[in-house]
């Protein structure tokens, strides 16, 4: 049976691409084996769901819209450059949140507990909404990448109008992964 890798997320604005965007250029020489993400597949993950039986598909959309749809509209304010899984130990760089983190993190639960019931389980760990923009591979100076993201820990990254969550699909290749749009869900609170 045919299967898309899936994932629910949120998109950010042009303002916030560019603001991360020019985030990774100031971190870039800190980590020269960093793979970094495309600014145009910048978004902030809700939940990742794996392989999903493309028969599934409609199930999730519907699941997710239902989960959402009370939720108002609101407005994030992306700040303040970071890694997990700290600092010292760098592997996955982001930009986080300064506004708006509270709504967000209530909408991440509610996707979450509604796909749960679907059999695809969360990570289990607490939710911190970042857009990644990149993964750190062995060859950087961990001490100077710290020192870098604590110099960067204001960083102002612009605001997105969060009004709908999208399921994406994702194919992976060399060049990095190619995301398509299975499914929208507005905030209709």
Not at 54 to 83: R, Y
Not at 118 to 141: C, D, I, Q
Not at 170 to 179: D, I, K, N, V
């Amino acid at each position: 049976m045919a299967t898309t890798r899936t994932f629910v997320a949120v998109s950010p604005s042009d303002e916030t691409r560019a603001q991360a965007a020019q985030l990774a250029a100031e971190l870039q020489p800190f980590a020269p084996d960093i793979k970094w993400v495309v600014p145009t597949n910048l978004h902030w993950t809700l939940h990742f769901l794996g392989d999903v039986q493309n028969t599934e598909l409609p199930a999730v959309c519907d699941t997710v819209a239902t989960a959402v749809e009370e939720f108002e509209p609101f407005s994030v304010t992306a700040g303040g450059a970071g890694a997990f899984p700290s600092a010292e130990k760098p592997r996955t760089l982001w930009l986080g949140t300064t506004e708006g983190t509270r709504e967000f993190v209530a909408l991440q639960a509610a996707v979450k507990s509604s796909l749960e019931q679907l059999g695809f389980r969360g990570e289990n760990r607490p939710y911190v909404p970042h857009l990644t923009l990149g993964r750190a591979g062995r060859r950087h100076n961990a001490k100077s990448m710290a020192e870098q993201l604590a110099q960067l820990a204001e960083y102002p990254g612009g605001s997105t109008d969060i009004d709908e969550v999208r399921v994406l699909g994702s194919e992976l290749a060399r060049s990095g992964p190619t995301y398509h749009l299975i499914g929208r869900a507005s905030l209709d609170g």
